[in-house]
């Protein structure tokens, strides 16, 4: 008979609470009875290593964490800047917790990596504060990563352009992760209600996260939102509402909303291209061609540089809005799967998964620690990867 082992029912309700799932739910992913489970929370039974394993994994959590004698605490490590009050008073879900804690470890062992193979610290982390002016912010983004005009039109669409542009952010010293899902579960999909990015700043290797889910026009804004985090050396979680503008309570945020929208949609193209005989329709449609991003921030723009008054705004935000929505969900269903090792290099970068896999192939990382930085515990993905990037 296989040993059983004595675990705290008060880390497997608090587990519960946690990922919001019930004991008829969690009983199903251990594969035993929902009165055998009832009994190990009133400790007259406990579960084999096995149970113990599935149960640790149904509710995302380490094993380790079922024999504590007290729930653990869970502190965000970066501030909250997230511009809903009803985001910020919200607990953050498992499933973000894991992408940060991922992202954390990516970005603590590529430090290591970099400070080991002789790079400096990174000159335009910090050059710029909230006290400069936000043109000037946004200059010394267009001039580092090469944000220009003549990128915008190598760019056939949106998903091309985000593209090219994350290309340059990593050339340029900051990696970017982008993702739907927590690790390699697809099943465990990141909330865009939830957060949409965040940024890691570090002298030498700061981080940006992107929330896959969002829309691909939007996932542009949020990606220049954080490497504008990054040029003023701010941290932080993101959840854009560029339908109220820019949250009162965060002037980081409303920064870098401003020096995003400056990034991608200058004041003074802006102006060259509005038509002032065109109506809202037809200038929303132009300049989204022109400077790749959804008519959203087009909106948010017309509207800050006050050629739509509040009430255009909204009304045509609100429609806009949920029109990109539909649009999403449909294009969401149409693009699940895929080719497994592109989505890999994506969600752990294609620079960082170079890096890790030729640190493992030279003997200066274990295969098994490089396969943990990919979300893995199968040391032959490294080997299968290698193959992919064209190490061997």
């Known amino acids: 008979m296989a040993e059983a082992f004595e675990i705290n029912p008060k880390i497997i309700r608090w587990a519960l609470e946690r990922c919001d ?67 910020r008073s919200q607990k953050l879900s498992p499933e973000f917790h894991e992408v940060l804690d991922s992202a954390l470890r990516k970005q603590d062992w590529y430090r290591d990596y970099l400070i080991a193979e002789g790079a400096g610290p990174l000159e335009f982390v910090g050059r710029f504060s909230m006290e400069d002016p936000i043109e000037e912010a946004a200059n010394g983004i267009i001039n580092v990563f090469g944000i220009d005009a003549e990128m915008r039109k190598q760019a056939k669409n949106w998903e091309q352009f985000l593209q090219n542009m ?26 865009v209600d939830e957060f949409r990015g965040f940024a890691i700043s570090d002298k030498y290797a700061p981080f940006i996260f992107i929330n896959g889910n969002d829309a691909k026009a939007a996932q542009i804004f949020t990606t220049v939102h954080e490497l504008a985090h ?14 109220r503008g820019t949250s009162p309570s965060s002037k980081i945020e409303s920064f870098c909303n401003q020096a995003a929208a400056e990034v991608l949609v200058p004041k003074k193209l802006f102006y060259r291209e509005w038509k002032q005989a065109a109506d809202l329709n037809n200038n929303l449609s132009h300049l989204s061609r022109t400077f790749r991003v959804s008519n959203l921030v087009v909106l948010k723009r017309a509207y800050d540089l006050e050629k739509i008054n509040r009430e255009e705004y909204h009304e045509a935000y609100d429609r806009w809005a949920e029109d990109y929505k539909n649009r999403e969900k449909k294009s969401t269903a149409k693009s699940r ?10 969600r752990n970068s294609p620079l960082l998964s170079s890096c890790i ?10 295969y098994r620690d490089a396969a943990s930085l990919f979300d893995s515990q199968n040391t032959t993905l490294i080997t299968k990867a290698a193959n992919e990037l064209g190490f061997v």
Not at 28 to 46: F, N, P, Q, T, Y
Not at 166 to 189: K, P, Q
Not at 230 to 243: A, K, Q, T, Y
């Open 166 to 191: 994350i290309f340059r952010i990593e050339h340029g010293g900051v990696i970017v992760l982008r993702s739907r899902y927590a690790g390699n579960n697809t099943n465990r999909t990141l909330s």
């Open 337 to 346: 799967g895929g080719d497994f090792y592109r989505s890999l290099f994506v």
């Open 21 to 87: 799932l019930s004991l008829t739910e969690i009983s199903k992913k251990v594969d035993v009875a929902v009165e055998r489970m009832e009994s190990w929370l009133s400790g007259e039974a406990h579960p084999t290593f096995n149970q113990i394993m599935k149960l640790a994994n149904g509710l995302h959590i380490p094993y380790g964490y079922l024999f504590l004698s007290k729930p653990p605490k869970e502190e965000l490590v970066l501030p909250d800047l997230r511009a809903l009050r009803r985001s």
């Open 357 to 366: 896999v030729s640190a493992a192939l030279e003997g200066k990382l274990l």
């Open 230 to 243: 990054i040029m003023i050396h701010e941290s932080g979680v993101s959840n854009l509402d560029l339908r």
